[in-house]
Nanobody, 121 residues
């Protein structure tokens, strides 16, 4: 499974961005997908995930501001980020879990290359 993340960029605080992660697989609908982020000097952290059945989970730091969705026809998972804060600045990675369950940890089977999000104050 190859994952291609896109949609990062520079945005002012309070603004929005939508990240996309396209997966090259015929079994996308059976995968759980996750988004993680890593800021400079910090460890990679969980942001959000969506199970194959559609259940979603979010880190406390992004609840109410971010949403995750998936399009099983386009084999793509999205992360809609609203009310962005400077502390949201990081490289965002998408990941795929073959079990379909996902995880709050980084125990995913495949990872994308990351897309940089910078939020200016």
């Amino acid at each position: 499974v190859q994952l291609q993340a896109s949609g990062g960029g520079l945005v002012q605080a309070g603004g929005s961005l939508r990240l996309a992660c396209a997966a090259s697989t015929r079994t996308f609908n059976s995968l759980a997908m996750g988004w993680f982020r890593q800021a400079p000097g910090k460890e990679r952290e969980f942001v959000a995930s969506i199970r194959s059945g559609g259940s979603t989970y979010f880190a406390d730091s992004v609840k109410g501001r971010f949403t995750i969705s998936r399009d099983n026809v386009k084999n793509t998972v999205y992360l809609q980020m609203n009310s962005l804060k400077p502390e949201d600045s990081a490289v965002y990675y998408c990941a795929a879990d073959l079990t379909g369950w996902g995880s709050f940890t980084d125990k995913y089977d495949y990872w994308g290359q990351g897309t940089l999000v910078t939020v200016s104050s």
